[in-house]
């Protein structure tokens, strides 16, 4: 395992915003019930 | 689910409201606030074929306190009392029992008028209404009103004495005399949820400290908000200790005809209400001066 | 029997929209298919679940149970309104830092409902917030760091020029 010192290090425990989070936060999330299918209201 | 098809009316004034009413009668329904009816829309639980929208009718919203009591107009919104500092000043027990009504959203656009005509059991106004011994403006087609007091307005489970071509414009909320202490606690499952008990009282003292005068409304337990005249007898004349006041809440079984659903038995509300009322009376004689 | 439908015009996010619907359609699905701004999102459509939560005339309201038409006229702010451009509002920034989601489902409907509440006290107490909250349902992440991201996020607002610390991180030795 690689010890403190190393990039990995850093990152252990920290607390790490996710990369998914914006889209669910301005409503660009892609949920089934957003999907159009053609013919779907 | 999505509700039924119906035509939908926006009026401006209460005689545009009651032509439409006039024409439609018992085929239209009045929307309000929305909170209780268009669920019922959308699960389809009801189905008129005309929707009839109060809301652009600014004349039916408004807070109008005088030295008796507080007049509401019907389409007042629930949020607007919350904040109301003429309503906490006259009737602080309003202000104290709207908090309760769901959820800011709700109260957002649900209105007193509303939550009255729809007449929930498990809801809380009608048993403020019942507890004040409120009075009721109903304006007809016509345009003339009639009035209507607390205990004649509310006929059973989500049924008033409203006639299908009328429609409520005031509720008037009087003022408890000075001196009056009022007590309003209820349990629900979660913080907004529909409660299972509720109780509305209040207790005056005369110069010698025995009660005067005793009010005591519960909801949750009847097919609509209902005075518990036991309770208020047993206490009436006594002076209000830890004793007296057991006893009167003892005697709140008798008065009320719980439902058992799933969310709560017969044996559990007959048991809530009775120490409800008890720490409600006791509220309300600490509060009383 | 087919209704008619209804003309209506309203003000969506600051910008004039307009559209055709039958009185029935709520609000919620005429934001989310014809004008196919899908970030409100449908729980429960029957008012109990906060999901579908949007603003209208500044207001937080459960849009499955308002009706497109009696929107005409007013002004409606939604999810996709709340950040400036590429620039997330305070809130939602806070809601990111602590982790204020998971699956993101019911975030918009939260933001929102965050959002008018902090307008209206924008120091709240914890013991403020969750009653505030209480028409908001999250299956996935217990609460607490909703709780937290409302807090930050009045920081936030209130120009704090520190953040503060995340409260719910258990401890680290």
Known sequence: ?41 | MKPAQFDYYAPTSVGEACSLLARYGSDAKLLAGGQSLVPLLSLRLAQPTVLIDLNGVPELAYIRADDGGVAIGAMTRQRAVEHSSIVREQCPILPAAVEWIGHPQIRNRGTMGGSLVHSDPASELPALAQMLDATFTITQTSGSKRTLKADKFFVTYLTTALEPDELLSEVYFPVLPAGTGWSFVEVARRHGDFALVGVAAAVALDDSGVCSNVRVALFGVAPTATRSPGAEQALLHQKPDEQTIAAAASEVVKDIDPPGDVHASIAYRKYVATNLVRRALTEAAQRAR | MVSKKHTIELTVNGKPREGLAEPRRTLADFLRDDLELTGTHLGCEHGVCGACTVLVNGEAVRSCLMFAVQANGQEVTTIEGLAAGSKLHPVQEAFWECHGMQCGFCTPGFVMSVYAFLQENPEPKEGEIRPALSGNICRCTGYQNIVDAVLLASEKMRGASETIPVLSQPVKE
């Not at chain 1, 990995?8 to 936060?25: M, T």
Request: charged share 20%; proline share 5%.
């Open chain 1, 1 to 41: 395992m690689a010890t403190s010192g190393s990039v990995i290090g850093g990152l252990i425990g920290a607390s790490v915003k996710r990369v998914e989070d914006p889209r669910f936060l301005t409503g660009q999330g892609h949920y089934v019930d957003d999907i159009k299918l053609p013919g779907c209201d």
